[in-house]
């Protein structure tokens, strides 16, 4: 496996074309990731959606929220919830996610595309598609991450930290699907 651009994915999923690679006019780079759950599609579905609710990577990290009620607005850290939310499956394009997406695309049950909202800073055009898949052994969650404007020095670097972040993200919703 070629880390950090490819993790957890087969040979047939690293070359399948999705709706992410149709949004960076001149990709750079692209890199995808794999895990497996237990739980049937419908299940690991409705947990990617929660997306829309929190990051579900590293709360540390990655889910800070300031305190309006604190006398400094201090920063606190949000846990991505352990529960379904209801309605986070109404999915709409042009919905805000993840701090810094929007929903481009989805076909319920099968994948959600989003891409960055703005194309400043040291990545242009920044797109990727999360897929559902049906497996032997339950289910499958794939990411592929389509990106350009990067150099060789930051885009290995962008791809080792999506990698931490994204691993953590799709190996935690395949296990709360499968609870």
Known sequence: MDLPEHWGTTAAERARRTPADDLVAVPTDRWTRGATSTADSATL?????????APYSYDLVDNWSW?????????RVCRSPRTLTPGAEDLQVGQRLLMIFVVDSFVSGEHLTIRRRTTSGPVGEFAVTYAVHA?????????????????????????????????????????????
């Open 45 to 53: 579905w409705r947990w990617l959606c929660q997306l829309t609710v």
């Open 135 to 179: 497996d032997p052994a339950g289910s499958r969650l794939t990411a592929t991450v389509v990106l350009d404007g990067t150099g060789p020095v930051v885009g290995k670097a962008l791809a080792w930290g999506d990698l931490v972040m994204m691993r953590r993200q799709l190996t935690l919703l395949c296990a709360l699907a499968a609870r």
């Open 67 to 75: 305190s309006s009620s604190a006398p400094l607005r201090l920063p």
